[in-house]
């Protein structure tokens, strides 16, 4: 059975700093990788997904990389700012007969400024 | 398109009373998943549809949740008899395959008294 752990579970910077947050998976028959942001009370906003055979994808000051052979993602998110205080969360797609998305916990991160 | 259209949006009910949660997939979606998210568990997935036969219902609690989807536009999510402990967050989700992003909705906050 998949199991997808997000490490920190919380963590507070000052605004401008980057940072990492960390994905892992245990089973690397993935399709793709996945994501997205919640903010208190909201749903879920997709913000990039990784497919199975990329290394790394980008949006604005949002960078993501898949190792799928060790089982980690990463989330690089560059001169971060109060607006991106939020919970993030990663997902993975399986592959084969259980194309389930199964969610890590989350990381609550909070730019101070 | 609208994106993924759950309702309601908020939900109090008497335990013991019948709930039944909907959903809009965004049109063209092969996929939709039913999630619960909670402090304690975070997201759990209940079930998935693909082209609206249900194939994984493993995470369904108990024979109290059940799952339709009788059209490519349409889902139920019904709880009955309902109890203190159903309540969460409920999230409808939909993907057009396996391959591409899933896309969420704002989510139903149950609340059983």
């Known amino acids: 059975k998949q199991e997808v752990t997000q490490i920190p579970a919380a963590l507070s910077v000052p605004e401008g700093e980057n940072l990492v947050l960390n994905c892992s998976f245990t089973?690397?028959?993935?399709?793709?990788l996945q994501w997205f942001r919640q903010d208190p009370g909201k749903g879920l906003t997709s913000l990039l997904l990784i497919q199975s055979s990329q290394r790394e994808q980008t949006s604005g000051r949002l960078n993501a990389s898949l190792d799928k052979s060790s089982g980690r993602s990463t989330l690089y998110i560059a001169a971060s700012q109060p607006g991106d205080s939020a919970t993030y969360l990663c997902a993975v797609r399986q592959s084969g007969s259980a194309r389930q998305l199964t969610f890590g916990s989350g990381t609550q991160l909070t730019v101070l400024p | 398109d609208a994106g993924v259209i759950q309702s309601p949006r908020h939900e109090v009910t008497e335990m013991g009373q019948e709930v039944t949660l909907r959903c809009k997939p965004i049109s063209g979606h092969d996929y939709l998943f039913w999630y619960r998210q909670t402090m304690m568990r975070g997201l759990e997935l209940l079930i998935y549809f693909n082209n609206n036969v249900p194939i994984d219902d493993s995470g369904m609690p108990e024979d109290r949740f059940s799952a339709k989807m009788p059209n490519a536009s349409f889902s139920t999510l019904k709880i009955q008899p309902s109890e203190p402990r159903d309540s969460a967050v409920y999230f409808c989700?939909?993907?057009?395959?396996?391959?591409?992003?899933?896309?969420f909705g704002q989510g139903t906050r149950l609340t059983v008294v």
């Open positions: 989700a939909s993907s057009e395959d396996s391959y591409t992003e899933a896309f």
């Open positions: 089973d690397s028959a993935i399709y793709n």
